[in-house]
Every structure is written in structure tokens, then in C-alpha cells.
């Protein structure tokens, strides 16, 4: 099974933060990558499929890039509203996993 | 696009579980669909996954134990969940596609005696 390991588990920042999250493959998952968001209490949101494309009505201030094996989730400007946990989730081999996720704070 | 899970509830370890998704809004029968759980305070965990010509996959954690079936007339997903578990406690969700655009809001199950 392939393994996604995100870094960091927890991260602080300010609104108006550039914010990087980042998302690791055990194997190579030929951009089969696809980033959720989760707000407490709430169902998963899909924000960016396969690698780099932004779901339909998510705010342009969310981009995804990567390959191989390393893949990243920025927010361009963090606003309050972005405050929830992340998950990254492979899509290129059965069975499809998901990361531990990164539980995003507001300093 | 709506997906509204139904079927949790409290069962004993052992016993059985049948939860549904409802699907509306778009053509079920063109989609793949999933089966994710999340345990309480806990992430995300792939259970399942049926595509649009009833092939399937499961976890290995599941596997033997749940099935996963549609039915296109009724615009219906199912997990059957047998020899329940105690870690088999979790909000069970349905999302569409193989990208997961689209989820419920989850049904909980507690498995416990």
C-alpha cells in the first residue's frame, strides 16, 4: 500500500500568511493527488484534484503543485475562514489512501 | 449533486450493519462511487470503492468482511457491514467519482456491546 505522510501534523499562522502544506508518497503517484478540506463538524471538501486543478468554486487563494512523490497545498493569503484540517488523498493505486492531515491554526 | 447516508446507528461487535447513500442531481449510474469512514477524532480512512460497472475494491482492513453494491434504478449505494468490530466505530461517508468531488455528511456507527 502506498504510504502519504503530511508535514507538519499542526500549523500556526497569521491571516494574510503565505501557508504551505506539504504531502509525501511512499511511491510515485503520477499526480493522482487530490487535497480536502475539513472544518470541524463538517463533511470533507475537495479543493484541488489531481494535483493542481481547483474544484469548481474554491477561492483562487488555494493552488496545488508537485510530482513524483512530493506534493504541496499553498494558500496564498490565509484568511480565518481557512481554518480546518487538510488531507491529502492518493487516487493512482489501489488502494487509495489518505494522509494523517494537517490540522491548520490561526497565531 | 446530494448524497445523504442513512443506516448507522449502535450494534454489537459480531453483528450486522446496512447503511445506504442516497444519490440526486446527477446521473448515478455514469459514477464511481466510495465508501470513507472516520473514526471519532480520528482522519480519514479509504473503506471502499464500486465503479460505475459494479467492479469493486476494498481495504484490507475491510475486506471479507463489508461489501459495497449499487443499485442504478434506485439511484442507491450500500455497504453491508458483517462481523462488526469495535474499531469499526466511525462516521461512515459516501463521496462520488474517483476523485471525491462530491460527499455526504456521514452516518455514525457504534460498534459496541
Known amino acids: 500500500d502506498i504510504q502519504m505522510t503530511q508535514s507538519p501534523s499542526v500549523l500556526s499562522a497569521s491571516v494574510g500568511d503565505r501557508v504551505t502544506l506539504n504531502c509525501k508518497a511512499s511511491?510515485?503517484?503520477?499526480?493522482?493527488l487530490n487535497w480536502y478540506q475539513q472544518k470541524l463538524g463538517e463533511a470533507p471538501k475537495l479543493l484541488i484534484y489531481?494535483?493542481?486543478n481547483l474544484q469548481t468554486g474554491i477561492p483562487s487563494r488555494f493552488s496545488g503543485s508537485g510530482s513524483g512523490t512530493d506534493y504541496t497545498l499553498t494558500i496564498s493569503s490565509l484568511q480565518p475562514e481557512d481554518v480546518a484540517t487538510y488531507f491529502c488523498f492518493q487516487h493512482n493505486s489501489w488502494p487509495d489512501t489518505f494522509g494523517a492531515g494537517t490540522k491548520l491554526e490561526l497565531k | 449533486v446530494q448524497l445523504v447516508e442513512s443506516g448507522g446507528g449502535l450494534v454489537q461487535p459480531g453483528k450486522s450493519l446496512k447503511l445506504s447513500c442516497s444519490a440526486s442531481g446527477f446521473t448515478f449510474s455514469s459514477y464511481g462511487m466510495h465508501w470513507i469512514r472516520q473514526a471519532p477524532g480520528k482522519g480519514l480512512d479509504w473503506v471502499a470503492y464500486i465503479s460505475s460497472s459494479s467492479g469493486t475494491v476494498y481495504a484490507d482492513a475491510v475486506k471479507g468482511r463489508f461489501t459495497i453494491s449499487r443499485d442504478n434504478a434506485k439511484n442507491t449505494l450500500y455497504l453491508q457491514l458483517n462481523s462488526l468490530k469495535s474499531e469499526d466505530t466511525a462516521i461512515y461517508y459516501c463521496a462520488r467519482g474517483t476523485t471525491g468531488a462530491y460527499w455526504g455528511q456521514g452516518t455514525l456507527v457504534t460498534v459496541s456491546s
Open positions: 511511491q510515485n503517484i503520477n499526480k493522482y
Open positions: 489531481n494535483t493542481n
